[in-house]
């Protein structure tokens, strides 16, 4: 009998927002008791589906654990070779009530084809093999996450050196466990950290590189390959010099586009050739502010004592932006500063001159230069201080916030914190102040922060819960509160007004 043809697996839908599950982790499992019989070893889940359909090749999307108890199984042979072509990772059969056991047709299939094969206990249900992959995912993905984070707080921290972009490629190489070179167009290393590859890898690699660096249309941005074993990418490097960066692994793991991503938008700002001593600053500003210095540390780097905006902004969908995305964010709003969150916390902060700058101010002669407009960014919700002097950037962050989670209670796309003016722009700011402090001495910043995002949504309970990600019962007892403590009728209008100017002085 000729051996059959290899069908070949077509190519991937993009994967869950998780890392791929090594096979052998849910066969560690032993409270599930798989055990593997047929195919190989190794294979990588992205899903878990279920079906009894004679033919299931058109609802799979590649990747897949398929779970089955063989219902309709009568040509082991083609449904083995169906399951392949549709890219499945592996093949969990469940035997009884159908099947007293695995049937040895479908063993050899298996073996034939190269598809792992598992054998589901009868007391296994299928949900819960599904369970235990979805816990595997959430478990790799916080792995993830972790080690993204650490990387990104130690390529900013060596970007903060005073030889930063040999910092960062060391830093990048360690992070990676490989190499990474910084060439030119022409594929000459201008800097490098990390073990040599092979030879004939290394010259691939700067192949791969000339690829990205080339300045035309159509050129990509990225560009991978394999060879010999090694991992190879390169990455074209923003500022129009040709340049990219190039790294060279021995593996793959989730988590090391994004590690590389980091580092492409700090060298984007580093090592560009055509970068002046201003603007070399002002990225060394950009890393201080990421690793959290004061207004005064930076203010000499920034070259501008303001006033400047501080914006916040989340991903209107709901996704965690990465720092790819939070600096295209930064350049559709006119900002290279910009703080691409936290783990645990999903907002993006961009510090935002509040006018055009020096280039506005020659092409005007001389005038002052034009406002900076904030508006709309499709896919994000943005919250906006008014523009801040320098030394008040901590205040502005704040009204940042409260903006943001106006815009998200409300649904807009974006809103601006709006000055004191009016009557209330009246009254001396200090004795504002220290009214506002007396008034509001017997609140705690809770409940303090919880009181004036509900006046300021009009005493809407559901808004204001949404506002601040807490259960609308909570902001009733809180408001309640506030009411006991402040001896006061929320329910009158001179009240809710006074307190809310008070809370505008804080």
């Given at each position: 009998?000729?051996?059959?043809?290899?069908?070949?697996p077509?190519?991937?839908s993009?994967?869950?927002?998780?890392?791929?599950?090594?096979?052998?982790?849910?066969?560690?499992?032993?409270?599930?008791?798989?055990?593997?019989?047929?195919?190989?070893?190794?294979?990588?889940?992205?899903?878990?589906?279920?079906?009894?359909?004679?033919?299931?090749?058109p609802?799979?999307?590649?990747?897949?654990?398929?779970?089955?108890?063989?219902?309709?199984?009568?040509?082991?042979?083609?449904?083995?070779a169906?399951?392949v072509?549709?890219?499945?990772?592996?093949?969990g059969?469940?035997?009884?009530?159908?099947?007293?056991?695995?049937?040895?047709?479908?063993?050899?299939?298996?073996?034939?084809?190269?598809?792992?094969?598992?054998?589901?206990?009868?007391?296994?249900p299928?949900t819960?093999?599904?369970?235990?992959?979805?816990?595997?995912?959430?478990?790799?993905?916080?792995?993830e996450?972790?080690?993204v984070?650490?990387a990104?707080?130690?390529?900013?921290?060596?970007?903060?050196?005073?030889?930063?972009?040999?910092?960062?490629?060391?830093?990048?190489?360690a992070?990676?466990?490989?190499?990474?070179v910084?060439?030119?167009?022409?594929?000459?290393?201008?800097?490098?950290?990390?073990?040599?590859p092979?030879?004939?890898?290394?010259?691939?690699?700067?192949?791969?590189?000339?690829?990205?660096?080339?300045?035309r249309?159509?050129s990509?941005?990225?560009?991978?390959?394999?060879?010999?074993?090694?991992?190879?990418?390169?990455y074209a490097l923003?500022?129009?010099?040709?340049?990219?960066?190039?790294?060279?692994?021995?593996?793959?793991?989730?988590?090391?586009?994004?590690?590389?991503?980091?580092?492409?938008?700090?060298?984007?700002?580093?090592?560009?050739?055509?970068?002046?001593?201003?603007?070399?600053?002002?990225?060394?500003?950009?890393?201080?502010?990421?690793?959290?210095?004061?207004?005064?540390?930076?203010?000499?780097?920034?070259?501008?004592?303001?006033?400047?905006?501080?914006?916040?902004?989340?991903?209107s969908?709901?996704?965690?932006?990465d720092?790819?995305?939070?600096?295209a964010?930064?350049?559709?709003?006119?900002?290279a500063?910009?703080?691409?969150?936290?783990?645990?916390?999903?907002?993006?902060?961009?510090?935002?001159?509040?006018?055009?700058?020096?280039?506005?101010?020659?092409?005007?002669?001389?005038?002052?230069?034009?406002?900076?407009e904030?508006?709309?960014?499709?896919?994000?919700?943005?919250?906006?201080?008014?523009?801040?002097?320098?030394?008040?950037?901590d205040?502005?962050?704040?009204?940042?916030?409260?903006?943001?989670?106006?815009?998200?209670?409300?649904?807009?796309?974006?809103?601006?914190?709006?000055?004191?003016?009016?009557?209330?722009?009246?009254?001396?700011?200090?004795?504002?102040?220290?009214?506002?402090?007396?008034?509001?001495?017997?609140?705690?910043?809770?409940?303090?922060?919880?009181?004036?995002c509900?006046?300021?949504?009009?005493?809407s309970?559901d808004r204001?819960?949404?506002?601040?990600?807490?259960?609308?019962?909570?902001?009733?007892?809180?408001?309640?509160?506030?009411?006991v403590?402040?001896?006061?009728?929320?329910?009158?209008?001179?009240?809710?007004?006074?307190?809310?100017?008070?809370?505008?002085?804080?």
């Amino acid at each position: 009998m000729d051996e059959p043809s290899m069908p070949t697996p077509p190519a991937h839908s993009p994967g869950p927002p998780a890392p791929p599950i090594p096979l052998a982790e849910l066969l560690a499992s032993k409270d599930l008791g798989l055990r593997r019989i047929a195919g190989p070893a190794d294979a990588d889940l992205l899903w878990v589906h279920t079906s009894e359909m004679a033919d299931p090749y058109p609802y799979l999307l590649g990747g897949e654990l398929l779970l089955s108890a063989g219902v309709l199984l009568t040509d082991p042979d083609h449904y083995v070779a169906r399951l392949v072509e549709a890219g499945a990772a592996a093949l969990g059969f469940g035997v009884r009530p159908v099947h007293e056991a695995v049937p040895e047709a479908l063993i050899e299939a298996c073996d034939r084809y190269g598809l792992p094969l598992l054998e589901v206990p009868p007391e296994t249900p299928f949900t819960a093999i599904a369970r235990a992959v979805w816990r595997l995912m959430a478990e790799a993905r916080h792995r993830e996450l972790r080690r993204v984070t650490r990387a990104q707080q130690a390529l900013a921290t060596a970007a903060a050196r005073p030889d930063p972009v040999p910092a960062v490629l060391h830093q990048l190489a360690a992070q990676l466990s490989g190499r990474a070179v910084l060439l030119t167009g022409r594929g000459e290393e201008v800097h490098a950290a990390g073990r040599r590859p092979p030879p004939e890898a290394a010259a691939a690699l700067a192949r791969l590189a000339r690829v990205v660096a080339r300045e035309r249309p159509g050129s990509p941005a990225s560009a991978t390959d394999t060879h010999a074993g090694t991992h190879l990418a390169a990455y074209a490097l923003g500022g129009g010099e040709g340049l990219a960066l190039a790294l060279a692994t021995r593996r793959r793991e989730a988590g090391d586009h994004t590690v590389a991503g980091i580092a492409v938008v700090l060298l984007s700002l580093l090592a560009a050739p055509h970068q002046g001593a201003d603007a070399a600053d002002r990225s060394a500003a950009l890393v201080r502010l990421l690793l959290g210095a004061t207004p005064a540390e930076v203010a000499p780097l920034l070259g501008s004592p303001g006033p400047w905006t501080v914006i916040h902004a989340r991903r209107s969908d709901g996704t965690t932006a990465d720092a790819l995305t939070a600096g295209a964010l930064g350049a559709s709003l006119g900002s290279a500063l910009v703080d691409a969150g936290r783990e645990g916390d999903d907002t993006v902060r961009v510090l935002l001159p509040s006018t055009a700058g020096e280039a506005t101010r020659e092409a005007v002669g001389g005038e002052a230069p034009a406002r900076r407009e904030v508006t709309p960014q499709p896919g994000w919700t943005l919250g906006v201080s008014t523009p801040t002097p320098l030394a008040a950037l901590d205040s502005a962050d704040l009204r940042a916030a409260r903006a943001l989670a106006h815009a998200e209670a409300t649904r807009a796309p974006l809103t601006v914190d709006t000055p004191v003016t009016g009557l209330a722009a009246l009254i001396p700011p200090d004795q504002a102040a220290a009214h506002a402090r007396t008034l509001l001495a017997p609140l705690t910043p809770p409940l303090a922060d919880t009181l004036r995002c509900w006046l300021s949504l009009h005493g809407s309970w559901d808004r204001t819960a949404v506002a601040l990600a807490v259960h609308r019962n909570t902001v009733r007892q809180r408001i309640g509160r506030c009411a006991v403590l402040l001896g006061v009728d929320l329910n009158d209008m001179d009240v809710r007004t006074e307190l809310w100017f008070a809370l505008r002085q804080e």
